[in-house]
C-alpha cells in the first residue's frame, strides 16, 4: 500500500448544520479522497478527480469545503500547520492544495 499523499486527524467534519465527527480523518491516497470517523469507519469517499475542495468565503481560516459525491462537507482543520512532530490537523490550504495536486489539476 502506497504512503497517503496527505493525512489529516482531529478534524471536524459537518454536514450542513450537523456534525458528523469531531476528531476525524481526512486522507488522500491512491488516487481517493476519504473522510473517516474517530473511529476509522467511512463516511465519504470519492476519486479526487471527482472532489471539489474550497474555502468558504464566509468562514474562518481553519475551514475549508469539501464536495464529494454531490454532499458538501465542512472540514475544520488546523488554522496554522503544527510544529514538525507535533500532533495536530494541517492548515486547510494545505489540503486544498493537497486534493487540487493529486486531482492533476494546476491553480
Do not use: C
Not at 5 to 26: C, D, M, N, Y
Not at 101 to 106: F, L, P, S, Y
Amino acid at each position: 500500500m502506497a504512503e497517503p499523499e496527505f493525512t489529516a486527524t482531529g478534524v471536524r467534519i459537518g454536514k450542513r448544520l450537523r456534525s458528523l465527527t469531531r476528531a476525524g480523518q481526512v486522507r488522500i491516497s491512491d488516487g481517493r479522497l476519504e473522510l473517516l470517523t474517530s473511529y476509522g469507519s467511512e463516511i465519504d469517499s470519492a476519486p479526487v478527480q471527482a472532489v471539489r475542495a474550497s474555502k468558504p468565503w464566509f468562514a474562518q481560516a481553519d475551514r475549508a469545503l469539501a464536495d464529494v459525491n454531490g454532499t458538501r462537507y465542512l472540514l475544520t482543520l488546523g488554522d496554522h500547520d503544527p510544529a514538525p512532530g507535533e500532533p495536530g490537523p494541517p492548515a486547510a490550504h494545505r489540503f486544498i492544495e493537497a486534493v487540487r495536486n493529486a486531482a492533476g489539476r494546476v491553480r
